[in-house]
């Protein structure tokens, strides 16, 4: 995924945050200045319905170092829940944070709609390039799902084309077992959508893996896949049963050939464009007027 402009995407963070400061109830420890309040870190929880589901450990420890060293430089953005305080955007801080060990973090404290929330933690996460394909194209679905938002006004959301979102959506279309290779990075997001031309799920997975133990290319994988379905293609003709229109011109050609040969003869088709000839003879005379007849 190519890096992104922070503030290119949609119109940006800040236009997803009213500009207002919503009223916190504040504690003995809870402290504010510009906008900015101090609260433990104990009464601050992670979103469960965020996009991103799985966090790189090695990044969290690097940067749980950084803030030992720095602190948090970005605050939290959170919401007030009945007693703690939801995160928005910054989870990442968050895990990090509590793993330098700290006893306070600082944030600002808005009061959003649930679009709001999935807009902003999508857009949050697909600045730092943090989610994988198949978390962001769940943010998308859940967008257009719960939010009755169309395709369009997702992609000007995160600023991205409508065929972006609609190959990202695609990818939930896969069978499960490649979406978690998508996951684990063992295959790419182009793989993924070569390999949606193969209906059969487990001829999909199998060819999955042999894309990872082959390092195959995305355009080896198209062609491969398009081999693969025109063979198809031309295995299903081959078992096509031949319809009444067939049927009758070979009866025709069939009762020709007796006329001219002069003896039994039988067609039989074993699809639309195959079968067999069978003439039959009774004598030594009789064969030798069938080759006679072929040899003209």
């Not at 999508?122 to 978390?135: A, F, S, W, Y």
């Not at 719960?146 to 896969?174: C, G, M, P, Y």
């Amino acid at each position: 995924m190519a890096r992104l402009n922070k503030h290119g995407l949609g119109k940006g963070l800040d236009s997803l945050i009213p500009d207002m400061t919503s009223p916190s109830e504040k504690t003995e420890k809870d402290e504010k200045k510009d906008g900015v309040t101090i609260v433990s870190i104990n009464k601050v929880e992670p979103n469960r319905e965020q996009p991103r589901k799985i966090f790189n450990e090695d990044a969290i420890q690097e940067l749980s170092e950084s803030i030992k060293q720095y602190g948090i430089i970005q605050p939290l953005l959170v919401q007030k829940k009945d007693d703690y305080y939801e995160i928005i955007a910054g989870e990442r801080r968050w895990r990090a944070a509590k793993k330098a060990g700290l006893e306070d973090v600082p944030v600002i404290i808005r009061d959003l709609s649930e679009q709001e929330i999935v807009e902003i933690s999508l857009i949050e996460n697909i600045q730092r390039e943090d989610l994988n394909p198949i978390e962001e194209a769940l943010a998308y679905k859940r967008l257009l799902d719960e939010f009755n938002l169309k395709q369009d006004e997702v992609a000007e959301k995160v600023s991205k084309s409508r065929t972006a979102v609609t190959n990202s959506l695609r990818l939930l279309k896969l069978d499960e077992r490649v979406q978690q290779m998508l996951i684990d990075e063992m295959i790419s997001p182009g793989h993924g959508r070569a390999l949606l031309v193969i209906e059969d799920p487990e001829k999909q997975y199998q060819f999955a893996q042999k894309i990872f133990d082959e390092k195959m290319s995305v355009r080896d994988v198209e062609k491969e896949v398009k081999r693969l379905q025109k063979n198809k293609k031309e295995d299903k003709k081959k078992d096509q049963k031949p319809d009444e229109r067939v049927l009758t011109e070979l009866a025709r050609i069939e009762e020709e050939l007796k006329q001219k040969i002069g003896t039994k003869v039988r067609i039989q088709p074993k699809n639309a464009e195959s079968g067999k000839i069978e003439i039959e003879y009774f004598s030594g005379e009789e064969l030798d007027k069938i080759l006679n007849y072929f040899n003209k």
